[in-house]
């Protein structure tokens, strides 16, 4: 691992924020590796590809038809479109131009969300208009259902989006927003990039579902598209217009592939046991230190996988620094160790063990126990609050390539 840093000149990452974007969102498999290697030597037909793929991931997951797309993110925009355009060329030819067309996408409005980039500008990609539900803390049926009859002649397809990012407080559930879909004959699209539970969203009556396959399962990067044949072959069609320039190659669909029938042959039991182990050598670790100001606790992942994660909380009156300054000096560490901070506005942060390896969650407590000390005595900056974090966030972006 070093090695690979140290020739590259690249910071060494210890990624305790789960699958990330921004930090190459997933380590690949070897098996999917390994696929990859095998289709890259040949030429290969993309239909017979695809199909190949429809078919053995459609198997996995009990949906009728598959086709996989450049990430999560194109695959939101090429599953809008469709049902825009239906399977009509020259209105996939005419797109992102939807004059004329049924081109709006209801959603409620705590589901626009931003997972690095706006969803809404991922369905704005393909020309459709966001049609908001609610409030970004409250929507309900009432909400929904006025908001469709007002608009029933040109609405294209609702959005429903599985995320921590999303905003649930007082939010309609899938099945309750599925089911007023249906009563109006709506198809709806689920953005469950990063969810572990595949086959849930077609047993809940999801006409199609996105998924990443490069975060959990660990294919080379790439997004999938699965549910109904109708609507998964105008997604297809997209290739032909707006979908080109977000095309995805051989070795990424051939990976997939892969990875989706490898995760479901994967021992669930092993990776319970080390995410048990790492967090019981944490509860432990801090137990000892006795901070002042700093508490923690073992939470459940909001959307329902199997997956607990440890809560670092911060009472900055009582520590004399803030939670946005420990992230913030994690971060910027060598090595530089990454945490789930969308909720650092509330003063606290997670540690995810999905992607540690051997003794790396030792390392973490270590750093982190050094950042605390100098925060304690001042000697870096310990007061960076939520505006100045924002900022120190984006400099790195606003900065490069210089």
């Known amino acids: 691992m070093n090695h690979f840093y140290k020739k590259n000149k690249l910071t060494p990452i210890i990624n305790v924020s789960g699958f990330m974007t921004k930090i190459g969102a997933s380590i690949c498999k070897n098996d999917n590796i390994k696929a990859a290697k095998e289709i890259l030597p040949f030429f290969v037909n993309i239909d017979e590809l695809q199909l190949l793929a429809s078919k053995r991931i459609s198997k996995q997951l009990g949906c009728e038809s598959a086709v996989i797309t450049a990430s999560s993110s194109s695959a939101l925009t090429e599953s809008v479109a469709a049902t825009i355009t239906g399977k009509d060329l020259q209105k996939i030819y005419k797109l992102p131009n939807t004059q004329g067309l049924k081109n709006k996408v209801l959603i409620q409005q705590g589901h626009l969300t931003n997972y690095g980039a706006e969803v809404g500008q991922a369905i704005r990609l393909s020309g459709a208009k966001i049609l908001k539900c609610g409030s970004k803390l409250s929507c309900n049926n009432e909400d929904v259902i006025n908001k469709i009859k007002k608009n029933i002649n040109s609405i294209a397809c609702a959005m429903y989006v599985v995320s921590h990012h999303c905003s649930d407080y007082n939010s309609l559930n899938i099945k309750t927003f599925i089911k007023i879909c249906k009563r109006f004959k709506i198809p709806l699209i689920v953005d469950a990039a990063s969810e572990e539970y595949m086959e849930d969203f077609f047993i809940a009556g999801a006409d199609m579902a996105i998924f990443s396959s490069h975060k959990f399962m660990g294919s080379l990067t790439a997004g999938i598209v699965a549910g109904k044949k109708k609507y998964i072959r105008n997604v297809y069609l997209q290739n032909l217009g707006i979908g080109r320039g977000m095309k995805v190659g051989k070795e990424g669909i051939y ?148």
């Open 255 to 402: 990976s997939s592939i892969s990875a989706v029938e490898n995760w479901y042959k994967r021992n669930t039991k092993n990776d319970l046991f080390k995410q048990k182990k790492i967090i019981s050598y944490w509860l432990k670790y801090l137990d000892t230190k006795n901070y002042q100001g700093i508490d923690y606790e073992v939470i459940p992942d909001p959307t329902g996988n199997k997956i607990n994660r440890f809560r670092i909380i911060v009472d900055s009156k009582n520590s004399n620094f803030s939670a946005q300054s420990l992230a913030y000096y994690l971060e910027k560490n060598n090595p530089s160790i990454y945490v789930r901070d969308d909720l650092i506005h509330l003063n606290h942060f997670e540690l995810d063990t999905c992607n540690l390896k051997i003794n790396q969650e030792k390392i973490v407590m270590k750093e982190m126990d050094k950042i605390i000390k100098r925060l304690i005595n001042k000697k870096i900056k310990n007061n960076i609050n939520q505006s100045m974090y924002k900022k120190l966030s984006m400099k790195s972006w606003l900065k490069w390539p210089d």
